[in-house]
């Protein structure tokens, strides 16, 4: 729902998504129709149109809304077994997904890029949301994603053989309406039977399917844990690798390989690591840890482009952590807690096709903001206690 008054909001910090550091010049915005059609010094507000209110809010940090680049709504993280959730009914499917929309706004998240379901609810949620019939971040979803026969999530729906099937299934997912296709270029955890080291397509099966998305104006996010996969998904172009695991035959992490490193670079891919706040457990292995700091720095000091995101869905990730996770991300991937946050807004909008719409505090935006007591350009655990959370305009929390 797009609200349709005029409001300015004045006396705020206002970190606008970008820039390394806060301009204090910059300290109202005016929201009109659901987007921000001033951003500017609270001295050059114009409050004479006789509809306008003006709020001060003194003391409060202004960010753009939160985006989580990768979430499963479908799936109730406290459901371990992905067949188990397939016994629930469509009704109780849609309520959880109903309370999970809601509570990721609540938390911050204006914005979030689904990866994946079998039945294309979240697409029939993002109507609603899109309607006003819902509360929710706006989504953008891929519907079932390509898989290999018996591949990784083969049970929602997707499963190719080779790139004529494969391009079936991208064609169901168009007749679908989805934003984007989803494929997984290599096995995962969460299903039996297959391993995450495992590539599940090869180059020539990936690039069909990216050249075909591209045909349709989509983008393409690819599942990757081992290295050959990611090395697959880097030739054919993917516009986001998931993950990103550098998996290899001597395990998690560590068949990390520079030279497609530098060809994730090269072809302008961004990573999206799904680091999610349960990853504090890991600091305590100073093994892995270490071993997991390394592969991020020799791919941020290799110069590739992270974005914010969870894997919301799968076991114990609840779909409104993203702003726990944060910090969390940014302590692993060794990013600045700006880095971290342009990660989770305007990297993340300009990775996921939003780049125009929202992730930035600019005039012609949407008005997708959160509010917070305190800076959390200097402090991202304030991510955890949003003040107040907008979108299109519209407050997401009770005053
Ligand atoms: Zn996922």
Not at 124 to 151: A, D, F
Not at 204 to 228: F, P, Q, Y
Not at 238 to 263: L, Q
Request: aromatic residues 6%.
């Amino acid at each position: 729902m797009i609200s349709r008054y005029k409001v300015s909001l004045k006396n705020l910090r206002i970190w606008n998504g970008v820039d390394e550091t806060i301009d204090h010049g910059v300290d109202a915005v005016t929201i009109e129709n659901g987007c921000l059609t001033f951003v500017g010094s609270s001295e050059d507000l114009d409050t004479t149109a006789t509809d306008s209110v003006v709020k001060d809010m003194s003391g409060l940090s202004m960010i753009p809304g939160l985006i989580d680049a990768h979430i499963h709504l479908c799936l109730d993280p406290h459901i371990k077994d992905p067949l188990e959730q397939d016994k629930l009914t469509r009704g109780e499917l849609l309520q959880g997904m109903t309370d999970r929309a809601r509570a990721m706004l609540e938390a911050g998240i204006t914005s979030a890029r689904d990866l994946g379901g079998g039945q294309w609810l979240e697409l029939e949620v993002r109507e609603s949301i899109n309607r006003g019939e819902m509360i929710g971040p706006r989504l953008i979803c891929s519907g079932q994603p390509i898989t290999s026969v018996k591949g990784h999530c083969h049970f929602w729906g997707g499963e190719a053989a080779d790139g004529a099937e494969a391009l079936k299934v991208l064609a169901r997912q168009l007749e679908h309406k989805v934003d984007l296709i989803k494929v997984m270029a290599t096995g995962g955890n969460i299903t039996h039977g297959s391993r995450p080291v495992d590539a599940q397509f090869d180059e020539e099966t990936l690039s069909t399917i990216v050249n075909t998305a591209h045909k349709h104006g989509l983008r393409v996010a690819a599942h990757c844990h081992g290295t050959s996969g990611i090395r697959n998904a880097a030739a054919a172009g993917v516009t986001t690798i998931e993950h990103c695991s550098w998996v290899g035959d001597e395990g998690w992490g560590k068949a990390f390989d520079p030279e497609v490193v530098a060809r994730i670079v090269k072809q302008g891919i961004w990573v999206s690591p799904t680091i999610n706040s349960g990853w504090k457990r890991f600091a305590g292995n100073s093994n892995f840890a270490d071993l997991l700091h390394g592969n991020y720095d020799r791919m941020r000091e290799g110069g590739v482009k992270f974005i914010a995101s969870t894997d919301a869905g799968i076991p114990n990730v609840l779909h409104h952590h993203l702003p726990l996770a944060i910090p969390v991300f940014a302590h692993f991937a060794g990013l600045t807690a700006t880095e971290a946050l342009r990660a989770a807004t305007s990297d993340c909008a300009e990775a996921i096709g939003l780049g125009e719409v929202t992730g930035q505090i600019r005039e012609g935006y949407s008005a997708d903001f959160v509010l917070y007591d305190g800076d959390p350009t200097s402090d991202l655990d304030l991510l955890a206690a949003p003040v107040q959370v907008y979108k299109q305009g519209e407050s997401a929390l009770a005053v």
